[in-house]
């Protein structure tokens, strides 16, 4: 194994298989797509996160929608190997051990970016330390912090322990990683032997470290009582470095990545805006987000590019061709996903749902700015559109966070309008949405649907998902949407423009998000589906070849990485 890696990606969750619960939703999907395209690339990097041995949580619900959350059981030793290196980091003056277990990722070309999975359960801890890699964004306050600062300070520890010395870049991905920066400038001063950190040691670890920002939300990111931050970390580190990451006498994550990093980028240009704007006196850009082609191409759409554009693969801008296939194989490889998909949620739900029918896919975290109820604002005008343009059957999926109460309401009452239209409509929620699941829905249906409070949807991934499948999206115009949506080309958007705010009539929102399927969307697919079909052609020729890890990562290498 090559160990002079020159990027070294940090991120709190890494999705690599849907048997490892090592994520919870889009952070982690994206980190293993990022890391996939690296590998494709051969790109000389290496990603550090951390082991989670109950996962994030298995999701019960019962028959009103009320989630409940469990562990979740897996082997870790069926997906990873223990390495036998070990690092110790101090939390609240203790010394806790850590261990390391390694996945490779294999590239298309053969080359390997390893990934680390950090774990504190081994027996010289003490039982509440074995636990601190037990669950993902579990716990309290001093649970997240002491979690993070395993993944920062002994990230870095970890790397050097494994033989990673010429480490150029470190790439935080979100601030949970941040404290990577601490570690940093210790070893600067150990390697200058200054006794204090000047600005030269702080310009040089700026120049070593990249931070990608995820969250538009105030609330998303990260800060901890400076007493508590004390505490865990010490007042020694602390008090040499406050003017680096305090604020409103606050640890901010997102502060110290900002104030340590040479590169900083929003995850599309909308957000790579709002995000300038939260944080104005610093520099962001913006780098939109991608999927990776190869993992979320459905099997059937896969053979149909190896027959029509042999080296997608390893070139996803060639999926622009892609418009040169017949539409009636695309139409072929398309109902095949789709029969698949209804096959397995009869199976699974005794759901009764028709290959025929219109099917709608919302799948994702469930939260209130996401707005998962929006389709039911009026069910009245749901089942009249059913009845009277063309049926529609639709599927739900996605987890609330434990301590998201108001995501916990949403599922109840998405819950509760699955109950309410069940006569006529055809609504059906899968729970335990994950990594195999999503490849099957995304693939499957014939819409997906987006409809978040703009501008609070930083991203989003999952359309871009749907359309190497060639699935249209129907989405808010926020996150990626403004720059793929090309109206009744690639799909469509909700309302006119992306200006709403956070306060902005929802009814008018949902009012036009009904005139669209019935006077758009559904009278193209049922009366004209050679234009609906060229729809699709275009979601994977513009969409699909452009909003992909490969060209992503390629931003990267060129903008933060080696420049």
């Keep these: 194994m090559d160990m002079d890696r020159k990027i070294a990606y940090f991120s709190m969750e890494i999705g690599l298989d849907a048997g490892m619960p090592t994520y919870s939703g889009g952070l982690g999907i994206l980190a293993g797509d990022t890391i996939r395209s690296g590998a494709d690339l051969k790109i000389p990097m290496v990603a550090v996160t951390l082991l989670y041995r109950k996962g994030y949580f298995y999701q019960r619900l019962d028959e009103q929608g009320r989630q409940s959350e469990q562990p979740v059981e897996w082997v870790v030793d069926d997906f990873l190997q223990e390495m036998p290196e070990r690092v110790t980091v101090t939390l609240e003056g203790r010394p806790v051990q850590l261990r390391v277990w390694k996945y490779s990722i294999i590239g298309t070309a053969g080359y390997e970016v390893p ?39 002994g990230g870095v520890r970890m790397l050097r322990a494994l033989g ?6 470190f790439h935080m991905n979100e601030g949970h990683a941040s404290l990577l920066t601490f570690e940093l400038l210790d070893e600067q001063l150990a390697r200058t032997g200054q006794t204090k950190i000047d600005q030269s040691v702080i ?32 007042p020694e580190r602390l008090a040499s470095l406050q003017g ?5 006498r606050t640890l901010n994550m997102t502060y110290l990545a900002l104030n340590l990093s040479h590169y900083v980028n929003g995850v599309a240009k909308k957000h790579g805006e709002v995000s300038q704007h939260m944080f104005s006196t610093y520099v962001i850009d913006s780098i939109t987000n991608g999927v990776h082609a190869a993992t979320w191409t459905s099997p059937g759409f896969a053979v149909l590019f190896d027959k029509y554009i042999p080296g997608w693969r390893d070139d996803n801008f060639s999926l622009r061709y892609a418009l040169s296939i017949p539409r009636a194989e695309v139409w072929q490889v398309h109902v095949l996903a789709k029969q698949r998909l209804v ?15 219109f099917t709608i896919g919302y799948a994702r975290r469930l939260t209130p700015y996401k707005r998962p109820d929006l389709l039911f604002t009026d069910p009245e005008r749901l089942r009249r559109i059913h009845s009277q343009v063309g049926p529609i059957q639709i599927l739900y999926g996605g987890k609330s966070h434990p301590q998201d109460q108001g995501g916990k309401d949403l599922l109840a009452r998405v819950f509760e309008a699955i109950q309410g239209l069940k006569e006529q409509v055809k609504v059906v929620f899968l729970p335990n949405y994950d990594m195999d699941l999503a490849r099957m829905i995304t693939s499957g249906v014939d819409l997906w649907l987006n409809t978040p409070q703009p501008p609070l949807e930083a991203s989003g991934t999952s359309g871009m998902k749907a359309a190497l499948n060639g699935v249209p999206s129907l989405s808010m115009l926020d996150g ?25 009539d929802r009814s008018m929102d949902a009012t036009y998000l009904y005139d669209k399927l019935e006077k758009v969307i559904l009278p193209m697919f049922y009366k004209d589906r050679d234009r609906f079909i060229n729809v699709m052609l275009h979601a994977i020729a513009l969409n699909g070849s452009f909003f992909n890890t490969q060209r992503m990562m390629q931003q990267y290498v060129l903008k933060a990485y080696f420049s």
């Excluded at 964004?137 to 993944?151: A, F, H, K, S, V």
């Excluded at 680096?244 to 409103?248: C, E, Q, T, V």
């Design 115 to 153: 990934v680390y999975f950090l774990d504190a359960d081994l027996p010289e801890n003490t039982e509440r330390d074995r636990s601190l890699t037990d669950q993902l964004y579990g716990g309290d306050m001093c649970y997240r912090l002491c979690q993070e600062t395993i993944l920062g300070i």
């Design 343 to 357: 096959r397995y949620v009869n199976r699974e739900c005794n759901a009764g749902l028709d290959v025929d029918t």
């Design 203 to 234: 310009d040089t670890v700026r120049r070593m470290c990249v931070f990608t920002t995820h969250t538009p939300v105030a609330a998303g990111h990260d800060q901890f009582p400076m007493d508590l931050a004390q505490r865990v970390l010490g």
């Design 164 to 169: 990673y010395h010429h480490i150029d870049r």
């Design 480 to 504: 990626w949407w403004i720059e793929g949506c090309i109206e009744d080309v690639t799909g469509w958007a909700i309302s006119p423009d992306h200006k709403t705010t956070e306060t902005a």
């Design 244 to 248: 680096i990451f305090a604020w409103d």
